[in-house]
């Protein structure tokens, strides 16, 4: 439909059920009846005819004991199935285990996902002080350090993409010159780190994953955790070093060739 505006269209019951699943997951505790239809600003009848046809499908579950729900993993199994992700999580399995052994730091994969980046897979750290971040943890493309990366190695139409989405869900403008800059800078040094803008003492690393078009479809990202009893400025060096080659077994896996 180039050239027009998508037709915006409804499905109710579809709306209903995805407002349940979608508020049942940024919810940090099992919620009862009532609550969600409370929240949801729909009557009793209509959330519990909804919940049990979820809960016959079995993307919901009753806690035991209680009239609260919660999710189960079922979604997350349907994420898995998905086979670019799954592709990408196998590949990047072994490398990600074994980056985290050689640096004592935790690392993690991240796609993009329309305006933001997510979270797919992430390996902890075995030592006994990591920082990590959960799978499903999304921000804003321009708000981290894999996004940025995404963006910059993204080719010219993709990156024109994510500029248009960006801009439609965004309330004050982009700044194109600085943005420009950065993703010139990330391409040219061929990687990207910059101070975490959540977190005192993270530094975000982040090497772009290559897929088998050249097209990059992920990026392998440390939150390299500064330490006092270590020379942190060599060390980050060292980790930056192995997550290079973390990065580029991962590429490998994919049958990876060099970007256009």
């Known amino acids: 439909m180039s050239g027009s505006k998508r037709k915006i269209y409804s499905a109710p019951a579809l709306e209903k059920g ?13 919620v009862s009846l009532s609550s969600l239809a409370n929240r949801l600003h729909r009557s009793v009848g ?39 992700i799954n592709m990408l999580v ?20 991240a796609v993009l996902d329309d305006t933001f980046i997510r979270v797919i897979a992430r390996q902890e750290s075995f030592a006994d002080l990591s920082f990590s971040v959960r799978v499903g943890t999304h921000a804003p493309v321009f708000q981290s350090c894999s996004g940025n990366v995404l963006y910059a190695f993204a080719d010219a139409a993709a990156r024109g993409q994510i500029l248009d989405r960006v801009a439609r869900a965004s309330d004050t403008a982009l700044d194109m010159a600085a943005i420009n800059r950065r993703a010139a800078s990330i391409r040219e040094q061929g990687w990207y780190a910059a101070k975490s803008a959540k977190t005192v003492g993270i530094t975000d690393i982040g090497y772009p994953v290559f897929d088998h078009r050249g097209t990059v479809s992920a990026v392998l990202a440390i939150p390299y955790l500064d330490r006092l009893d270590i020379d942190s400025k060599a060390d980050q060096e060292l980790v930056r ?14 049958s990876a060739r060099a970007p256009d």
């Open 241 to 254: 070093s192995e997550l290079s080659k973390a990065a580029a077994e991962i590429s490998d896996a994919l």
């Open 90 to 109: 196998n590949a990047a399995s072994s490398p990600m285990r074994g980056l985290a052994q050689r640096t004592g730091q935790s690392c993690h994969l």
């Open 18 to 30: 995805l407002d349940i699943l979608e508020f049942l997951a940024a919810s940090p505790e099992s």
């Open 46 to 84: 209509e959330i519990f005819r909804m919940l049990a046809v979820l809960e016959q499908r079995q993307y919901v579950a009753a806690t035991p004991g209680s009239d609260k729900y919660q999710l189960t993993m079922k979604m997350l199994q349907l994420a898995h199935m998905h086979l670019p």
